[in-house]
Antibody, heavy 118, light 109 residues
Framework: QITLQESGPTLVKPTQTLTVTCTFS??????????VTWIRQPPGKAPEWLGL???????AYSPSLKARLTITKDTSKNLVVLTLTNVEPADTATYYC??????????WGHGTLVTVSS | SYVLTQPPSVSVAPGQTANIPCGGR??????VHWYQQKPGHAPVVVVH???ARPSGIPERISGSRSGSAATLTISRVEAGDEADYYC????????????FGGGTKLTVL
């Protein structure tokens, strides 16, 4: 059974760096074609794709966030880390990680709500 | 950038059929996936690859795609189907990005 769990701060100040960790089980990020993606969802709005990382360290990022976003993995610890720099209130959202299945996502973690406010 | 368009809301009576459309430029050339999201929960895939159902998803839920739109159909709607539904594609036309539709709130009357 595949499970993912996000963890991180609930409150971040504007201009600071947000770091959210995804800890997963039930698959290995060292296995061929396996990937983990990050998605966020502002309150009351649709999900927004952020980026993903594959087993071979190949990455893809949303063009609108590419300059501020980094995704890394630690295969030995079964975790993926999202780093978003210079955050602003518009970055307030529930941040989800999910297992990549070809070009859709299943399952998702429960998500973690991050508020950006001074 | 690529845009997927969904109606904000669809309302149906119990037992009736709900059709939720998802439109986008040249969507006929893309593979569409559908997620159901209930309040306070993460999205769950209910249809992938246009019309495939994951295990555990009832046969009442189906997906289809034509040249100009994709459609999620929920037959014999139940109160438990009330949720937000999102379509999703992988847009490889320019930069490889993932796009979600704006979502449709299904209300069971």
């Amino acid at each position: 059974q595949i499970t993912l769990q996000e963890s991180g701060p609930t409150l971040v100040k504007p201009t600071q760096t947000l770091t959210v960790t995804c800890t997963f089980s039930g698959f290995s990020l060292s296995s061929y074609a396996v990937g983990v993606t990050w998605i966020r969802q502002p309150p009351g709005k649709a999900p927004e794709w952020l980026g993903l990382i594959y087993w071979n360290d190949e990455k893809a990022y949303s063009p609108s966030l590419k300059a501020r976003l980094t995704i890394t993995k630690d295969t030995s610890k079964n975790l993926v880390v999202l780093t978003l720099t210079n955050v602003e209130p518009a970055d307030t959202a529930t941040y989800y990680c999910a297992h990549v299945v070809s070009d859709y996502f299943d399952p998702w973690g429960h998500g973690t709500l991050v508020t950006v406010s001074s | 950038s690529y845009v997927l368009t969904q109606p904000p809301s669809v309302s149906v009576a119990p037992g009736q059929t709900a059709n939720i459309p998802c439109g986008g430029r040249n969507i006929g050339s893309k593979t569409v996936h559908w997620y159901q999201q209930k309040p306070g929960h993460a999205p769950v895939v209910v249809v992938h690859d246009d019309s495939a159902r994951p295990s555990g998803i009832p046969e009442r839920i189906s997906g289809s795609r034509s040249g100009s739109a994709a459609t999620l159909t929920i037959s014999r709607v139940e109160a438990g189907d009330e949720a937000d539904y999102y379509c999703q594609v992988w847009d490889s036309s320019s930069e490889h990005t993932v796009v979600f539709g704006g979502g449709t709130k299904l209300t069971v009357l």
